[in-house]
């Protein structure tokens, strides 16, 4: 255990399982105290808090499909623990949505979910915690991104642009909140081994996906993880604005 984390309340948003589960997990085995945000799994949220490391944790439940709830989730976690000290923005949602097999409507609702969970809800959600976190002196905020934000989603592509908007925020905002000493970064997974990934890793598709990376294999929830975490504790504050890439060398940008 470091002292980095110790006492520290981290919100962890989509951690009822996968990623955020796993980054709970860790965070909590350096003595900060979570507050694990779920969707609709209360029951697996329960779950992860119940098998946590130490005392102290709790779950919330919201819907970050209407982006005005998300300021009254950081009130609930300020109201419970008395401040965020670390705000992890990894809940996401993903649509198959290709251009020219679907409707009008259904490309349109299928941006506007997208957009709404995986872009407007984190942005409401960093405001509503840089607040917080400018009147306690300081914090951090760290983006669930993707490789797909470089790559491209041909399949999904509100996904990619979602988070490359994502990465995007990300950077503005560690210009605008360094002053206040809250530090802001993004990782950016490639494919990893989660229940919104396992249909097509499981899929005639899986081991192609598996070949694009030189490990011949995808990424697991655990070494998400350990990057969130570095970067929740340890990381140099002059990293602020970097936008870590996560993907077996899947996809190298240069």
């Known amino acids: 255990m470091t002292d980095e984390l110790r006492d520290k309340v981290c919100l962890v948003t989509g951690a009822s399982r996968g990623i955020g589960a796993a980054i709970a997990t860790l965070l909590a085995e350096q003595g900060a105290k979570i507050a694990v945000h779920y969707g609709s799994n209360k029951d697996f949220a329960l779950e992860v808090c119940n098998a946590l490391n130490g005392e102290g944790h709790d779950s919330f439940g919201c819907d970050l499909a209407d982006a005005t709830a998300a300021p009254d989730l950081v009130g609930r976690v300020v109201d419970a623990f008395g401040r965020i000290d670390v705000l992890i923005n990894n809940a996401g949602t993903y649509i198959a949505h290709p251009i020219l097999e679907v409707s009008g409507d259904e490309w349109l609702q299928a941006w506007r979910q ?65 002053p206040e000493n809250i530090q802001v970064y993004a990782v950016a997974p490639g494919f990893v081994e989660t229940d919104m990934a396992k249909p097509l890793l499981d899929s005639e598709a899986g081991e192609g996906i598996r070949k694009q990376s030189p490990l011949n294999r995808v990424g697991t929830p655990n070494e998400i993880a350990k990057i969130v975490t570095f970067l929740a504790s340890s990381a140099p504050e002059f990293m602020t604005g970097g936008v870590i890439d996560i993907n077996g060398a899947s996809y190298l940008r240069t």
């Open 114 to 178: 997208i957009l709404e969970v995986n872009l407007v809800s984190p942005a409401a959600l960093c405001q509503a915690a840089a607040k917080v976190m400018t009147a306690q002196g300081g914090g951090r905020i760290i983006n669930v991104g993707s490789r797909g934000a470089f790559r491209g989603e041909p399949i999904g592509p509100a996904y990619g642009a979602s988070k490359a908007a994502l990465h995007s925020m990300s950077q503005s905002l560690a210009l605008a909140l360094a």
